[in-house]
Nanobody, 123 residues
Framework: VQLQASGGGLVQAGGSLRLSCASS????????MGWFRQAPGKEREFVATISWNGASTYYSDAVKGRFTISRDGARSTVYLQMNSLKPEDTAVYYC?????????????????WGQGTQVTVSS
């Protein structure tokens, strides 16, 4: 399984970005997907997860109400819409595919990872 994340960039505080994560195959269509991020000098942290059919989502407190995770009808591409961005959102964002149809916040639940895309929010 190969995951390709894209959509990162430089944006001013208060702005928006949409990240995309495409799977090389439709192997992810029955698996939960997640987004994580890692800021310089910090550990990787959970951002959001979505169930295999998109019916269930869960967010970290840091992004709840500002970010939205979704997946397309074929369930092979996952998106992270990021609004009201803050400088503390600056990080490399990674998409990940879980083993199961539902997954939680632990990175160990996600054996497949994309290469990461940089998001920088200026103040």
């Amino acid at each position: 399984v190969q995951l390709q994340a894209s959509g990162g960039g430089l944006v001013q505080a208060g702005g928006s970005l949409r990240l995309s994560c495409a799977s090389s195959r439709r192997t992810g269509s029955n698996n939960a997907m997640g987004w994580f991020r890692q800021a310089p000098g910090k550990e990787r942290e959970f951002v959001a997860t979505i169930s295999w059919n998109g019916a269930s989502t869960y967010y970290s407190d840091a992004v709840k109400g500002r970010f939205t995770i979704s997946r397309d009808g074929a369930r092979s591409t996952v998106y992270l819409q990021m609004n009201s961005l803050k400088p503390e959102d600056t990080a490399v964002y990674y998409c990940a595919q879980a083993r199961r149809s539902f997954a939680g916040v632990a990175s160990t639940e996600y054996p497949y990872w994309g290469q990461g895309t940089q998001v920088t929010v200026s103040s």
